[in-house]
């Protein structure tokens, strides 16, 4: 059965999140999506990323953060500003419009994460935490050699 198997029961929560969390964003009346949120917030944070680093925070590949900046561009949330020392690069800003929007968000997020984990401790979202880092450096790490 696959809800006996442990990364089915994760993607499962992972997509129900991603829904309900959307779902909340439409019913606001605000007109991002959850990966549009995600670039912008990253590129807010970190304004001298590369598209490839982006990707790598935002789970995405570089084609596909290459189309949210270019709608998040069209749509005045983001800006590209010519770097001063290279005329031929530019470094994406969030503007004025893209704060307003991650501002607008912001609230919705926390209210998400709250329903989302409600009835978990701070112990339980510890344990969690370093559970699922074990997960992912076990499949960073090149695997063993069996002995």
Known sequence: MLNNILFYSLEK??????RFAQANIDRAGIAITIDQWLVLHVILENDDLTQAEIGERVFKDQASVARIIALLTGRDLLAAVPLPHDGRRTQMRVTAEGQR????????????????????SDADLTTLRVLLERIYTNCTSPPQAPE
């Open 13 to 18: 929560a992972i997509k129900r999140y991603r």
């Open 101 to 120: 929007v991650l501002d607008a968000v912001q609230p919705i997020v926390l209210s998400n994460r709250e329903t989302a984990l409600r009835g978990l």
